[in-house]
């Protein structure tokens, strides 16, 4: 049972991602994920929801793009994300594109996490430590692929209404 926490280094600066500006949904509008931690962990202290991390690399994973297409892009999800959780997704495909700091950040986290394989979903509770600017991130639960909204919302949603509880 994982009930530690990892510590992970941060930037103190807000996040500067035009792709992180427009998280939250619009009707029937697909969901923003968010990019930087920084961001994602703002995001989940103003609204108290826990982080629902996305590990994938969408340039060569095919379960991810069933998962993109078949999942985060169904009405279903958008919902039950947009009450329940802030989005984060880490994609290795785009590290070249992703700041230092974040590339670290997300090589860490996936490491902490035993992520291996992709895609990998983490639900966490992350809190920052001020004094020397680090996270910690508590590892709430994690699925891999669900075919469906309904899968993958059902294999989530005790994770995200139970605190304490860690799937492994």
């Not at 931690?37 to 995001?43: E, G, K």
């Not at 992709?118 to 075919?147: A, L, S």
Request: aromatic share 12%; with cysteine; charged share 20%.
């Amino acid at each position: 049972m994982l009930l530690g926490f990892w510590a992970f280094q941060g930037c103190s600066q807000q996040a500067t991602n035009p792709k992180d500006a427009g998280a939250g949904s619009k009707a029937n509008a697909p969901l923003q994920w968010l990019t930087e931690l920084n961001a994602a962990y703002a995001q989940a202290g103003e609204t108290q929801k826990p982080i629902l991390v996305y590990f994938t690399s969408s340039d060569t994973c095919g379960a991810c793009k069933q998962l993109d297409t078949q999942v985060f892009a169904d009405p279903l999800f958008n919902t039950w994300a947009e009450k329940n959780v802030v989005l984060y997704k880490v994609d290795f495909a785009d590290q070249k594109q992703m700041l230092q700091g974040d590339r670290e950040q997300s090589a860490a986290m996936a490491q902490a996490l035993k992520v291996s394989t992709y895609p990998t979903i983490w639900i966490i509770r992350v809190t920052h430590e001020v004094d020397n600017g680090r996270f910690k991130v508590k590892p709430m639960g994690y699925t891999g692929y669900q075919p469906t909204p309904e899968k993958f919302i059902g294999a989530l949603q005790n994770f995200v209404h139970s605190p304490g509880r860690v799937n492994e």
